[in-house]
């Protein structure tokens, strides 16, 4: 792919040569050894702090850089690029930071977010249940108003971060029958009695990324812990996925990009009956429909990176670019993964790695067919879009 990007200014690019030293030799060496103990060690989350790659658009008065958001943009690429997927950087960063730079209290604000620039408090957000996955509105945790406390009793399953984090954003059901409109959103401290970690399950993919389950036991929060309004949590939780969504298409469009560049690489060295794999023409025609379905995609998401720079990325806009993205990462890495023949099906290759870590991509920050209603919703419904 050799289109030039416009996005980003040289002190961008200075940005990104640093980081990417740091995950060639920080993190690169002993992704493997973290995949083995299926966590991230949190002297790692200090020193990813100390280089300025957390919440890089946290403003200074809140411990961050003050910096634009391109800044966050180049961290998910470079770990993308090299197939980081151990370290929840994009959970902590992208999911957790904002909501409680947007909606928490000022002492919550001045608690946690410097902590969180620095590396020193791991966040993760809790929203997936046994019984409600991507129809969010079906939590059921329980949040139970006692005085100026709640109380919080129920369980969350699938939760990034869930072994290594200090705060837990919680989605908790606050009013049991008004559906939607009674859920809200409670920081939870992790060191609150009555909280407990479960497994760090088992996953055939993202390895390294601890993901857990969660359970709270007549676990007590102060109602300053609440994000924003009582009963409000669904309607934040609807505003904020424009950016988890776009977020997992930059991280998408950057592995099928460099899923093709290892394909190259490689079939230019393979040789097959007298003659190198990039010398048959299906291998040419593969990747040359590959790479201009990624290149497609890559302007697409620029599109999107840009518009949400100036506040106005539309939610169906980010539907669109997240279905297109993950499929298309899927789509990428399969097909690659068949050059490599057998060395393709061996961990020790990078593209068997992305195959297995490509596959969360279509569910993970809403389900492919969650994204196909939302446009299909505005298909039929938009008059002015014609």
Same mark, same amino acid.
């Given at each position: 792919?050799?289109?030039?990007?416009?996005?980003?200014?040289?002190?961008?690019?200075? +940005?990104?040569?640093?980081?990417?030293?740091?995950?060639?030799?920080?993190?690169?060496?002993?992704? !493997? *050894?973290?995949?083995?103990?299926?966590?991230?060690?949190?002297?790692?989350?200090?020193? !990813?702090?100390?280089?300025?790659?957390?919440?890089?658009?946290?403003?200074?008065?809140?411990?961050?850089?003050?910096? @634009?958001?391109?800044?966050?943009?180049?961290?998910?690429?470079?770990?993308?690029?090299?197939?980081?997927?151990?370290?929840?950087?994009?959970?902590?960063?992208?999911?957790? !930071?904002?909501?409680?730079? $947007?909606?928490?209290?000022?002492?919550?604000?001045?608690?946690?977010?410097?902590?969180?620039?620095?590396?020193?408090?791991?966040?993760?957000?809790?929203?997936?249940?046994?019984? %409600?996955?991507?129809?969010?509105?079906? #939590?059921?945790?329980? %949040?139970?108003?006692?005085?100026?406390?709640?109380?919080?009793?129920?369980?969350?399953?699938?939760?990034?971060?869930?072994?290594? $984090? @200090?705060?837990?954003?919680? %989605?908790?059901?606050?009013?049991?029958? !008004?559906?939607? /409109?009674?859920?809200?959103?409670?920081?939870?401290?992790?060191?609150?009695?009555?909280?407990?970690?479960?497994?760090?399950?088992?996953?055939?993919?993202?390895?390294?990324?601890?993901?857990?389950?969660?359970?709270?036991?007549?676990?007590?929060?102060?109602?300053?812990?609440?994000?924003?309004?009582?009963?409000?949590?669904?309607?934040?939780?609807?505003?904020?996925?424009?950016?988890?969504?776009?977020?997992?298409?930059?991280?998408?469009?950057?592995?099928?990009?460099?899923? #093709?560049?290892?394909?190259?690489?490689?079939?230019?060295? /393979?040789? *097959?009956?007298?003659?190198?794999?990039? @010398? +048959?023409?299906?291998?040419? +025609?593969?990747?040359?429909?590959?790479?201009?379905?990624?290149?497609?995609?890559?302007?697409?998401?620029?599109?999107?990176?840009?518009?949400?720079? *100036?506040?106005?990325?539309?939610?169906?806009? %980010?539907?669109?670019?997240?279905?297109?993205?993950?499929?298309?990462?899927?789509?990428?890495?399969?097909?690659?993964?068949?050059?490599?023949?057998?060395?393709?099906?061996?961990?020790?290759?990078?593209?068997?790695?992305?195959?297995?870590?490509?596959?969360?991509?279509?569910?993970?920050?809403?389900?492919?067919?969650?994204?196909?209603?939302? #446009?299909?919703?505005?298909?039929?419904?938009?008059?002015?879009?014609?």
């Amino acid at each position: 792919m050799t289109m030039t990007r416009t996005l980003f200014s040289s002190g961008h690019d200075q +940005f990104r040569a640093s980081v990417r030293r740091f995950v060639e030799t920080e993190l690169v060496p002993h992704h !493997a *050894a973290w995949e083995a103990a299926k966590i991230v060690p949190r002297d790692i989350w200090r020193r !990813a702090g100390e280089m300025g790659m957390l919440c890089c658009n946290l403003p200074e008065a809140y411990g961050g850089a003050g910096a @634009d958001w391109l800044y966050n943009v180049v961290v998910i690429e470079e770990l993308a690029r090299a197939g980081m997927s151990g370290p929840g950087f994009m959970v902590h960063s992208e999911m957790v !930071a904002p909501y409680i730079l $947007a909606w928490g209290t000022e002492e919550t604000k001045r608690h946690w977010l410097p902590r969180m620039a620095r590396g020193e408090a791991i966040g993760a957000i809790a929203i997936t249940e046994p019984g %409600a996955g991507s129809d969010a509105k079906n #939590i059921r945790l329980r %949040a139970r108003r006692d005085g100026d406390h709640y109380v919080l009793d129920g369980q969350k399953v699938y939760i990034s971060n869930g072994q290594n $984090a @200090d705060l837990v954003v919680t %989605a908790s059901r606050t009013d049991p029958e !008004a559906g939607a /409109r009674g859920i809200s959103l409670i920081v939870v401290p992790t060191d609150t009695p009555g909280f407990r970690r479960g497994r760090n399950l088992d996953k055939i993919g993202l390895k390294a990324q601890d993901t857990s389950e969660l359970f709270y036991a007549d676990v007590r929060v102060p109602v300053a812990n609440r994000l924003g309004d009582e009963n409000r949590g669904f309607a934040m939780m609807m505003t904020k996925l424009a950016q988890e969504r776009l977020t997992q298409a930059i991280r998408s469009v950057t592995v099928a990009e460099r899923a #093709i560049r290892w394909t190259v690489d490689y079939t230019r060295e /393979r040789k *097959a009956f007298d003659h190198t794999l990039a @010398d +048959f023409q299906n291998t040419q +025609f593969v990747l040359a429909a590959l790479d201009a379905e990624v290149t497609g995609v890559r302007v697409f998401v620029d599109w999107c990176i840009a518009r949400f720079m *100036a506040g106005d990325l539309d939610p169906v806009d %980010a539907a669109k670019v997240k279905l297109l993205a993950t499929d298309l990462h899927c789509k990428t890495v399969d097909q690659c993964l068949q050059f490599f023949g057998g060395y393709g099906y061996m961990e020790e290759y990078p593209i068997a790695r992305a195959y297995v870590d490509a596959r969360i991509t279509r569910i993970a920050g809403g389900a492919a067919e969650v994204m196909k209603q939302i #446009i299909g919703r505005d298909l039929f419904t938009r008059e002015d879009r014609w």
